[in-house]
């Protein structure tokens, strides 16, 4: 069996890290997509959009390849939080979630033009943060600086201490890739981590 190249469509170090969990030799890619939310799109929209527009972009360049595209976007009330950049826009996040339920939506999707696959599912995760005080999220955003993080929460490190629950049907969802819905999609084009044969191969 011929074996297609993988490539990860992201500049993600956490996307990269979790993908390795997976014992799959990949590329990484950098899709340029501009990450602007659209008129109209509710969060969810948004980042199953994006994570198709990334996939895309490099599957673009390479036909062959089995590509996976993920995106990430914070949903409280409706209200899109991505990214904060910098210090002021973190508190203003993080001082806007305490004490409610935010919900992360992250869409992965899988796309390789050669075998007719384009593929996209998004995992819910609802993070319930504590009543944080003005110097717990100064602390916080001081020790981690999670500047490039939807939601200014790391909740693998030291985020967690700001949540007082998190319920989602795939455990690394909330860090950037949902690794199960991530197993699914592969296997659909020809991909399994555990070694097995699936439709899409190639012989």
Do not use: N
């Amino acid at each position: 069996m011929t074996a297609r190249r993988l490539v990860l469509a992201s500049t993600s170090r956490y996307r990269r890290e979790l993908l390795k969990r997976l014992r799959l030799p990949f590329d990484v890619v950098a899709p340029g997509v501009d990450e602007e939310a659209l008129p109209g799109e509710t969060p969810a929209e948004t980042a199953i959009r994006l994570a198709l527009a990334k996939a895309d972009a490099v599957a673009a360049t390479d036909g062959e390849a089995v590509v996976i595209g993920s995106d990430q976007i914070a949903d409280l009330d409706g209200c899109g939080l991505g990214k904060p950049g910098d210090h002021a826009r973190a508190t203003a996040q993080l001082a806007s979630m305490r004490g409610r339920t935010v919900v992360f939506h992250t869409a992965v999707a899988v796309v390789c033009t050669a075998i007719g696959v384009r593929v996209a599912e998004i995992v819910p995760v609802a993070v319930r943060f504590r009543d944080l005080s003005d110097a717990e999220i100064e602390r916080y955003l001081r020790a981690e600086t999670p500047y490039d993080c939807a939601g200014s929460a790391k909740i693998e490190t030291l985020g967690i201490a700001l949540v007082e629950g998190v319920a989602s049907d795939d455990p690394t969802a909330l860090v950037g890739l949902p690794l199960i819905r991530t197993c699914a999609l592969l296997r659909l084009a020809g991909i399994d981590p555990l070694g097995a044969t699936t439709a899409g191969s190639t012989p």
